[in-house]
C-alpha cells in the first residue's frame, strides 16, 4: 500500500500577509506546496490530502484542480473552528483555531494508510521525501513512527524570528523530547532563542523539527483521545492550541511509541515572511538550474 501525504493547508498566512500557500514561487508560477508533491510522487506516495479551511476551497481548486490529480489521487478535508470531532458534541466558542494536532485529526475519515504530515509552505527537500517514503512503506508500525530532522542553521529566515522545536534524541536516535524554542534568529554570529525575557544560544547543528512527521494510521485514536481531554482543560483559554509534538511527546512520555528522527542536511525554504519571498524564488530557479526540478513542474507551462 502506498503511503499518503496530508498537508496542512488551513494557516491564515498573518505574519506573510496573504495566502501563501497559493502564492507562486517557482518558474513558472509554482506554490511551494507543489514541489512537496512532485517530490512525493516521485518518492513513492499514493494519495495527497489537503487540510484547508472551506472559505480558500475555492482558490485552492482554482490553483491546483487538473494539474496532478493524474498522477495522484487527491482529497480535501476541512478544518474550521468548530469542525466536529467524535465524541464532542460541540467545541467551545472561540476564534483561534485548534492547533495542527486539531488539522490532522479531522482528515482520519480519509487516511487508513500510512501517511506523512507537512506544512504547506515549507520545502523540504528531495532526500527527505526518499527517507520518509522508505520508513512508511518499510518500518512504520503502531508503535514505530518518524519525523524529518533538519539541522537548526539551514532552516532560519533572513527575514525576522522563527519557532522551532528543538529534538533531544537518544543514542538509538529515537526522539525523547521537543522543546518549543521561540524567535530564534541570528546575532552577531550566534543563533539565539528568547525566553522569558532573556536571550540564549542554540547549536547551530542541532535537529529541529519541520514539521515533517511519519504517522501509522492508528495516531488518529490516540489524537481524538488527546483531544477530547485537551478541550476539557481550555474551554476557557481560547488561545490555547493543541500541537503535533505535544501530543507525540505524551505518547513518547507513556512509552506507546518510540520515533526515529531521520536526519536530513538539506536546506529548508519557506515564505514564513512577504520577504522570504524573493529568496525562495532564486532559489527554486537555481534547483531548476541544477537540474533537480523540470522548468514547468507539471510540463503545462
Known amino acids: 500500500m502506498k503511503p499518503t501525504l496530508l498537508i496542512l493547508a488551513a494557516g491564515m498566512g498573518s505574519r506573510y500577509g496573504g495566502l501563501k500557500q497559493v502564492d507562486g514561487v517557482g518558474p513558472s508560477g509554482e506554490a511551494i506546496i507543489e514541489y512537496s508533491i512532485y517530490d512525493a510522487i516521485r518518492s513513492g506516495f499514493g494519495k495527497v490530502v489537503f487540510v484547508i479551511r472551506q472559505d480558500i476551497e475555492a482558490p485552492f481548486r482554482e490553483k491546483f484542480s487538473r494539474k496532478f490529480e493524474d498522477k495522484i489521487e487527491v482529497v480535501y478535508a476541512f478544518q474550521e473552528i468548530n469542525s466536529p470531532i467524535e465524541g464532542l458534541s460541540e467545541l467551545p466558542a472561540r476564534e483561534k483555531p485548534w492547533g495542527t494536532g486539531h488539522a490532522v485529526l479531522v482528515a482520519a475519515d480519509v487516511v487508513q494508510e500510512p501517511f506523512a504530515v507537512i506544512n504547506a509552505d515549507d520545502y523540504y527537500g528531495i532526500t527527505g521525501f526518499e527517507t520518509m517514503a522508505r520508513f512508511l512503506k518499510d518500518d512504520c508500525a503502531p508503535d514505530h513512527y518518524s519525523m524529518i530532522g533538519y539541522q537548526l542553521d539551514k532552516t532560519l529566515s533572513e527575514a525576522g524570528f522563527v519557532n522551532r522545536g528543538v529534538c533531544e534524541v537518544d543514542a538509538n536516535g529515537y526522539l525523547t523530547d521537543v522543546v518549543e524554542r521561540h524567535r530564534i534568529q541570528r546575532d552577531n554570529g550566534n543563533i539565539v532563542y528568547e525566553e522569558g525575557g532573556g536571550r540564549y544560544a542554540l547549536d547551530s547543528g542541532v535537529l529541529v523539527s519541520m514539521n515533517f512527521w511519519g504517522f501509522h494510521p492508528n495516531l488518529f485514536d490516540a489524537l481524538r483521545g488527546q483531544f477530547l481531554e485537551f478541550v476539557e482543560a481550555n474551554r476557557d483559554n481560547p488561545r490555547a492550541e493543541f500541537y503535533i509534538p505535544s501530543s507525540v511527546n505524551l505518547l513518547i512520555k507513556s512509552g506507546a511509541v518510540h520515533l526515529s528522527v531521520l536526519p536530513n542536511d538539506e536546506k ?34
Open 268 to 301: 529548508w525554504y519557506g515564505v514564513t515572511y512577504r520577504e522570504d519571498r524573493e529568496m525562495v524564488e532564486s532559489a527554486f530557479r537555481e534547483l531548476v538550474q541544477k537540474g533537480k526540478y523540470p522548468m514547468s513542474l507539471w510540463g503545462n507551462g
